[in-house]
Protein backbone atom coordinates (compact mmCIF):
# COMPACT_ATOMS: atom_id res chain seq x y z
CA UNK A 1 0.00 0.00 0.00
CA UNK A 2 1.11 3.68 -0.75
CA UNK A 3 1.85 5.79 2.46
CA UNK A 4 0.66 9.30 1.95
CA UNK A 5 1.54 12.32 3.65
CA UNK A 6 -0.14 15.95 3.88
CA UNK A 7 1.90 18.84 3.74
CA UNK A 8 0.79 22.06 4.95
CA UNK A 9 2.93 24.98 3.80
CA UNK A 10 2.46 28.18 5.99
CA UNK A 11 -1.28 27.25 7.86
CA UNK A 12 -2.49 31.32 9.36
CA UNK A 13 -5.30 29.94 11.19
CA UNK A 14 -4.98 26.86 14.12
CA UNK A 15 -8.07 25.52 13.31
CA UNK A 16 -7.14 24.50 9.81
CA UNK A 17 -4.44 22.29 11.03
CA UNK A 18 -6.92 20.75 13.85
CA UNK A 19 -9.81 20.41 10.18
CA UNK A 20 -6.69 18.69 8.22
CA UNK A 21 -6.07 16.40 11.01
CA UNK A 22 -9.19 15.08 11.71
CA UNK A 23 -9.56 14.44 7.96
CA UNK A 24 -6.52 13.14 7.79
CA UNK A 25 -7.40 10.83 10.34
CA UNK A 26 -10.88 10.09 8.83
CA UNK A 27 -8.78 8.77 5.78
CA UNK A 28 -6.27 6.82 7.90
CA UNK A 29 -3.24 9.32 6.40
CA UNK A 30 -1.51 10.24 9.40
CA UNK A 31 1.83 11.67 8.73
CA UNK A 32 1.30 15.78 8.81
CA UNK A 33 4.21 17.89 7.58
CA UNK A 34 4.09 21.70 8.64
CA UNK A 35 6.02 24.19 7.04
CA UNK A 36 6.43 27.65 9.37
CA UNK A 37 2.92 27.03 10.90
CA UNK A 38 1.13 28.89 13.20
CA UNK A 39 1.32 27.31 16.77
CA UNK A 40 -0.99 24.54 17.40
CA UNK A 41 -3.07 25.77 20.23
CA UNK A 42 -6.43 24.76 21.33
CA UNK A 43 -8.17 25.60 18.85
CA UNK A 44 -6.33 23.20 16.55
CA UNK A 45 -6.90 20.48 18.83
CA UNK A 46 -10.88 21.10 19.37
CA UNK A 47 -11.00 20.61 15.54
CA UNK A 48 -8.89 18.20 15.55
CA UNK A 49 -11.51 15.53 17.40
CA UNK A 50 -9.84 11.81 17.52
CA UNK A 51 -6.90 12.98 16.03
CA UNK A 52 -4.42 14.67 18.48
CA UNK A 53 -2.06 11.72 17.61
CA UNK A 54 -1.71 13.41 14.29
CA UNK A 55 -1.16 16.68 15.71
CA UNK A 56 1.21 15.24 18.43
CA UNK A 57 3.79 13.57 15.70
CA UNK A 58 3.28 16.86 12.78
CA UNK A 59 6.87 17.12 11.78
CA UNK A 60 7.44 20.68 11.40
CA UNK A 61 10.20 22.49 9.43
CA UNK A 62 10.77 26.14 8.67
CA UNK A 63 11.54 25.28 4.89
CA UNK A 64 9.63 23.66 2.29
CA UNK A 65 13.00 22.49 1.23
CA UNK A 66 13.72 20.81 4.39
CA UNK A 67 10.79 18.80 4.80
CA UNK A 68 11.36 17.41 1.19
CA UNK A 69 14.51 15.93 2.04
CA UNK A 70 12.52 13.67 4.55
CA UNK A 71 10.03 12.72 1.93
Known sequence: MTEYCVVLVEPKYSGNIGAVA????????????????CKIDDEARARAMHAQEILDNAKIFDTFEEARKEL
Do not use: Q
Request: aromatic share 12%; hydrophobic share 40%; proline share 6%.
Open 22 to 37: RCMKNFDVSSLYLINP
